[in-house]
T-cell receptor, first 112, second 114 residues
Framework: AQSVTQLGSHVSVSEGALVLLRCNYS??????LFWYVQYPNQGLQLLLK??????LVKGINGFEAEFKKSETSFHLTKPSAHMSDAAEYFC??????????FGTGTRLTIIP | DADVTQTPRNRITKTGKRIMLECSQT?????MYWYRQDPGLGLRLIYY???????NKGEISDGYSVSRQAQAKFSLSLESAIPNQTALYFC?????????????FGPGTRLTVL
């Protein structure tokens, strides 16, 4: 079955440290992939998306993600965490049916 | 102004009551969606509509109904609310961006059923 898995429901990093949020998909055909961020009491905001044009995708707020077909992964990274990055992050996939399948989310905490 | 708006933003109701959540969009998109978010479960699709005459059930449609009144408006109803429908509800629209169908979300409605 087609699915999206986010490893780690909670991730804590120190301010200034590398942020790495993991996302893997299960599908025989690579899907379109998305990362969304949800700040407290807000809706989901698109961070970036993979459209097959390039495997390294740059998004807003200094985030980027790399698509690796061999690992069926689309991990989100940011070189240096900022306090304002504290939020919940969702990975999602469009498996070709014009609907999104979401992972269960990763809550990112930034330690001062 | 926000492209996707939801009303109300917060609602507390009692078991058995009928409640309607409303969504409006100014993005001009044909496709609209309703999701619910529960802690640890991510977002799950309740209903979706690809145009005014097209309504489809998502993975968790039981206990819910929808109405697509116009291209810009998509309402979600709980005919007889129950406590396990307490959740955060999101409306979304989608359209092509960079050649890929991309979804845009409203701010959410926090519903509590007592």
């Amino acid at each position: 079955a087609q699915s999206v898995t986010q490893l780690g429901s909670h991730v804590s990093v120190s301010e200034g440290a590398l942020v790495l949020l993991r996302c893997n998909y299960s599908s025989s055909v690579p899907p379109y992939l998305f990362w969304y961020v949800q700040y407290p009491n807000q809706g989901l905001q698109l961070l970036l998306k993979y459209t097959s044009a390039a495997t390294l995708v740059k998004g807003i707020n200094g985030f980027e993600a790399e698509f690796k077909k061999s690992e069926t992964s689309f991990h989100l990274t940011k070189p240096s965490a900022h306090m304002s990055d504290a939020a919940e992050y969702f990975c999602a996939a469009n498996f070709g049916n014009e609907k999104l399948t979401f992972g269960t989310g990763t809550r990112l905490t930034i330690i001062p | 102004d926000a492209d996707v708006t939801q009303t109300p933003r917060n609602r507390i109701t009692k078991t058995g009551k009928r409640i309607m959540l409303e969504c409006s969009q100014t993005k001009g998109h044909d496709r609209m969606y309703w999701y619910r978010q529960d802690p640890g479960l991510g977002l799950r699709l309740i209903y979706y509509s690809f145009d005014v005459k097209d309504i489809n059930k998502g993975e968790i449609s039981d206990g819910y109904s929808v109405s697509r009144q116009a291209q810009a408006k998509f309402s979600l109803s709980l005919e007889s609310a129950i406590p396990n429908q307490t959740a955060l509800y999101f409306c979304a629209t989608s359209g092509l961006a960079g050649g890929v169908d991309t979804q845009y979300f409203g701010p959410g409605t926090r519903l509590t059923v007592l």
